[in-house]
């Protein structure tokens, strides 16, 4: 198998990344409609409740609501770097040819990216094992279990990690004249 064959199929594991990064990531921006439902309820529940004098909400409508916004960041990231949509101070980065920016983003990548996803999961890891180990719950009375959610942190950079070797892949690409920048670069449309 030759070194372009090779690179070939990473670019079709990379395109089936790119596919799940963008289903989840469509999915997930649902979870903050969920996250305002569940705030509204939760804010005319307390009122409502103080004005007929019996409690309408608990802890749990608080914590799924944090929860919720935990999901929206967590799961979100590896779609947002999929669109390009991170931060970035790119005043000169905007201006370079896509060759330029290819490198660039492939140093960042690996340089930062890639060592950042791995040291998330190596420190995650012990903390997301002793939540499972004693099944952690809530302090506050009537809350929700944490290790689900814990769990979460493991699964994003994980696939994080995932959509951080896409773009690495796709960078080479370009770099080799595999693929034409346009193919590359960030896709830049519409999040919706």
Same mark, same amino acid.
């Given at each position: 198998?030759?070194?372009?064959? @090779?690179?070939?199929?990473?670019?079709?594991?990379?395109?089936?990344?790119?596919?799940?990064?963008?289903?989840?990531?469509?999915?997930?921006?649902? %979870?903050?409609?969920?996250?305002?439902?569940? !705030?509204?309820?939760?804010?005319?529940?307390?009122?409502?409740?103080? =004005?007929?004098?019996?409690?309408?909400?608990?802890?749990?409508?608080?914590?799924?609501?944090?929860? %919720?916004?935990?999901?929206?960041? %967590? *799961?979100?990231?590896?779609?947002?770097?999929?669109?390009?949509?991170?931060?970035?101070?790119? +005043?000169?980065?905007?201006?370079?040819? #896509?060759?330029?920016?290819?490198?660039?983003? @492939?140093?960042?990548? +690996?340089?930062?990216?890639? #060592?950042?996803?791995?040291?998330? @999961?190596? +420190?995650?890891? #012990? $903390?997301?094992?002793?939540?499972?180990?004693?099944?952690?719950?809530?302090?506050?009375? !009537?809350? %929700? #279990?944490?290790?689900?959610?814990?769990?979460?942190?493991?699964?994003?950079?994980?696939? @994080?990690?995932?959509?951080?070797?896409?773009?690495? +892949?796709? =960078?080479?690409?370009? *770099?080799?004249?595999?693929? $034409?920048?346009?193919?590359?670069?960030?896709?830049?449309?519409?999040? *919706?």
């Amino acid at each position: 198998m030759t070194g372009n064959e @090779l690179f070939s199929r990473a670019l079709k594991v990379a395109h089936a990344i790119d596919r799940m990064s963008e289903l989840l990531g469509r999915a997930v921006i649902w %979870l903050s409609l969920a996250m305002v439902l569940v !705030g509204s309820f939760n804010t005319v529940a307390r009122y409502a409740g103080r =004005r007929f004098g019996t409690e309408l909400t608990s802890n749990a409508y608080i914590e799924l609501q944090w929860y %919720l916004f935990s999901l929206l960041f %967590l *799961l979100g990231a590896g779609y947002t770097l999929k669109h390009d949509r991170h931060v970035r101070v790119d +005043v000169i980065y905007a201006r370079l040819s #896509p060759r330029a920016r290819a490198w660039i983003d @492939l140093a960042g990548t +690996v340089a930062f990216l890639i #060592p950042f996803c791995l040291f998330g @999961l190596v +420190v995650s890891w #012990p $903390a997301v094992r002793n939540s499972w180990a004693i099944l952690e719950g809530s302090p506050d009375p !009537g809350g %929700l #279990p944490r290790y689900p959610i814990k769990t979460m942190i493991l699964v994003s950079f994980f696939l @994080l990690l995932l959509q951080a070797l896409t773009e690495l +892949v796709r =960078r080479i690409a370009v *770099l080799r004249g595999l693929a $034409a920048a346009g193919e590359a670069e960030p896709h830049r449309g519409e999040i *919706l």
